[in-house]
């Protein structure tokens, strides 16, 4: 199917930029009572039921039913470094905003799909065009605006060669990296189709995730945990959108490179910038006006690409 809808991955990555704006939406609701950690926790936790359950239906169902694919150790050493990736990164953007020029972090933290397609040219032999390389660009300066605050000093009031910098690019890296490391499982998995290769990254991935994370949360802070079980609705919430967004990534990188998912995958900027406005009544500042047009003009370019 993949084959003769070589566009099937443009559907699937907009289907997760949507459903990872509704997590987004959830998780922020959790951090006032459970923190960062534990909000994140909640994603991967409850998210498990959801993605074990789409591994089944998928044996279940005629049209993709097929044997549990022959995992190889190339495969488990991508996939863990996909999800440790990921975790490290959390890390690193929170380490970010806890420095004074915290801004400048995130707006680092922003590189990661250029660094996406620097590390899969690196490990992956996958070369972007040079289209590809100014949609990445363009949509990259685009979110590196909206994450700076629009102040009357402008960005020459931050620190940008500080530790707040060195965090945020390390977090973009760790961002990057786990979009390798799972194209890279996928591509470990060439007899699964791409739905059951995502469908296991998922559910895979998460189990690692949670164990780790969950392992931090109970020995360094108890209370992270019972305050996501006592939110159980929204945390649920927040698992069943982010298994969603999930299986859309994974199944996104099984059908094309790490570099196209992540850049067309910033289109989530885009959501969350509209559905925040639409939802507060703000009017968009010069900045942040300039931004939303590099990212769309990215997203333009990528589709150009086709």
């Known amino acids: 199917m993949s084959a003769s809808l070589p566009w099937l991955w443009i559907p699937i990555v907009l289907w997760a930029a949507l459903a990872q704006t509704a997590r987004n939406a959830a998780q922020r609701s959790l951090v006032a009572s459970a923190g960062t950690l534990g909000a994140t926790l909640a994603r991967f936790l409850y998210g498990l039921p959801f993605a074990a359950v789409w591994v089944l239906l998928l044996h279940a169902l005629p049209g993709t039913a097929a044997p549990v694919p022959e995992f190889s150790l190339p495969w488990a050493a991508w996939l863990l470094l996909g999800a440790v990736s990921q975790l490290a990164a959390t890390a690193f953007l929170l380490a970010a905003m806890k ?38 660009g363009l949509a990259t300066a685009g979110v590196v605006l909206l994450s700076i605050p629009d102040r009357g000093a402008g960005a ?24 390798v490391g799972y194209r890279g499982a996928a591509l470990a998995l060439p007899e699964a189709s791409p739905w059951m290769a995502g469908a296991w990254g998922v559910l895979c991935a998460q189990a690692v995730q949670t164990a780790l994370l969950g392992g931090w949360l109970a020995w360094r802070s108890p209370a ?55 939802l507060l009544r703000e009017k ?10 590099l990212v769309i003009a990215g997203l333009l370019a990528m589709f150009a690409t086709l």
């Open 224 to 278: 992270s945990l019972r305050a996501t079980a006592a939110a159980w609705r929204i945390s649920t919430a927040a698992g069943l959108m982010g298994a969603l967004a999930s299986i859309g990534w994974f199944t996104a990188f099984a059908l094309t490179t790490a570099a196209n998912v992540r850049t067309l995958g910033l289109a989530e900027v885009v959501f969350s910038y509209l559905v925040s406005r639409r």
């Open 99 to 136: 420095q004074r020029s915290f801004v400048v972090g995130v707006a680092f933290s922003k590189t990661d799909a250029l660094q996406v397609a620097l590390f899969a040219t690196l490990f992956l032999r996958e070369l972007p065009g040079w289209l590809t390389l100014l949609a990445i």
């Open 284 to 293: 968009l500042a010069p900045l942040e006006t300039l931004g939303l047009t």
């Open 156 to 179: 020459a009031s931050f620190d940008w060669t500080g530790r707040a910098a060195l965090w945020g690019l390390a977090s973009g890296a760790g961002f990057a990296m786990s979009a």
